[in-house]
């Protein structure tokens, strides 16, 4: 299993202990949803969150950071895909992705 991975799997087991949220899958991939939301995801050795404001600004910042477009060609606006360059950052933006996912109405 590649490092990145274990890194993802450590964070997504740790906040799946909080309640209200659950380990899950989006478009095939791994993901942690809260209150039935997806606010996390991991894709191709990538942390891909769910962020607004200035949260979705400091991620894209980030070098190789970007909006997550997994089909080509139609990026999704609110979802950032952080490198793994970036891993020790991570657990900062999953939980900034956690409280802006939280305020949306639960499913």
Request: glycine share 8%; net charge positive; with cysteine.
């Amino acid at each position: 299993m590649p490092d990145t991975q274990k890194k993802y799997d450590t964070l997504a087991a740790d906040l799946a202990t909080q309640p209200h949220v659950a380990r899950a899958k989006m478009f095939g991939m791994p993901s942690v949803k809260v209150n039935g939301n997806a606010f996390l995801g991991y894709f191709e050795g990538d942390l891909i969150c769910k962020l607004t404001g200035g949260e979705r600004d400091a991620a894209l910042k980030l070098k190789g950071a970007k909006l997550f477009d997994p089909m080509g060609g139609r990026p999704m606006k609110e979802w950032v895909q952080i490198p793994a360059a970036h891993a020790t950052k991570w657990k900062k933006f999953a939980d900034a992705a956690q409280k802006f996912v939280e305020t949306l109405p639960k499913k």
